[in-house]
């Protein structure tokens, strides 16, 4: 059964404090490892998908790094309006269109 | 260009009642999959169809049902709620049969069961 742990649970940084979170996983067969980010109130906002370790993507002040084991997003002079809870999921091979998520890091970008 | 749309947004149900969430998809998506979000458990798959088809089904019991229709809207009902089926249950659509796991999320349907 594929599985997702995310840590911290929770992040506190001040604004412009770089920091990174982190997403372990097995699975078997890895599709794909996705990152969402999910503000009060809403859905999941998908931002990246990593296929291949060694792989990395960037947005803004976003950036994640994929190895066989783990996925970081490392976040680069964080302003407020970066505060939400980042999701991590992963799709196996055997498990065709299911995304298996983590419980989340909530992130508090304070001034 | 309009998102995925879930109605109602808040619903308020007492145990051994049923209730039935709709989801609009994004238009031109033929996939959608359900999620329910609670505190402890994070995000656990519910279902996808695809083409009016079940394509995938996730660990829930058999209270739990969905159903899509040829314009791809998407259904899903719960029978005899329990309390711990509380959460927000959450609709996603894609364009694409294969996931690419750019899913795009409606704001869901928040459940509360008394």
């Known amino acids: 059964e594929d599985q997702v742990t995310q840590s911290p649970e929770a992040l506190r940084l001040q604004e412009g404090e770089s920091s990174s979170l982190n997403c372990s996983y097995t699975v078997s067969g890895l599709r794909g490892l996705f990152w969402y980010r999910q503000d009060p109130g809403k859905g999941p906002e998908f931002l990246f998908t990593?296929?291949?370790a060694g792989e990395e993507k960037e947005k803004e002040r976003l950036k994640a790094t994929l190895t066989k084991k783990e996925s970081f997003l490392h976040i680069t002079a964080p302003k407020p309006e970066d505060s939400a809870t980042y999701l991590c999921?992963?799709?196996?091979?055997?498990?065709?269109?299911?995304?298996?998520f983590g419980t989340g890091t909530r992130l508090q970008v304070t001034l | 260009k309009a998102g995925v749309t879930q109605t109602p947004r808040y619903l308020i149900k007492t145990r051994g009642q049923q209730v039935t969430l709709s989801c609009s998809p994004i238009?031109?998506?033929?996939?959608v999959s359900w999620y329910q979000q609670t505190p402890g458990q994070g995000l656990q798959f519910l279902f996808e169809?695809?083409?009016?088809?079940?394509?995938n089904k996730g660990n829930f019991p058999g209270r739990f049902s969905g159903r899509q229709f040829s314009n791809s809207r998407s259904e899903m009902n719960v029978s005899t709620l329990e309390l711990g089926d509380s959460a927000l249950y959450l609709c996603a659509s894609q364009k694409q049969g294969v996931t690419t796991g750019e899913l795009f999320f409606g704001e869901g349907s928040r459940l509360t069961v008394l």
């Open positions: 238009s031109g998506h033929r996939s």
């Open positions: 999921a992963v799709v196996g091979t055997g498990t065709a269109s299911k995304l298996t």
């Open positions: 990593l296929y291949s």
């Open positions: 169809y695809f083409s009016e088809t079940q394509r």
